[in-house]
């Protein structure tokens, strides 16, 4: 299966979404599906905000 986030990216957005102390052991199955959920949605949005800054310029 093809990685499609960094690990950092994923521990980034997990603080900004206040669930990094469940992950900082590198186990992802203690977030919610919920939290799941909530990671892809800030992950799509920050790649939709990259792929439009480099479309200004």
């Known amino acids: 299966m093809a990685r499609l986030m960094s690990e950092r990216t994923k521990y980034e957005l997990a603080e900004e979404l206040g669930f990094a102390d469940k992950v900082r052991d ?3 199955g203690k977030i919610t599906t919920r939290e799941a959920g909530s990671l892809v ?3 799509i949005m920050k790649a939709e905000e990259m792929m439009a800054r480099q479309e200004r310029q």
């Open 41 to 43: 949605r800030a992950a």
């Open 26 to 28: 590198g186990d992802w």
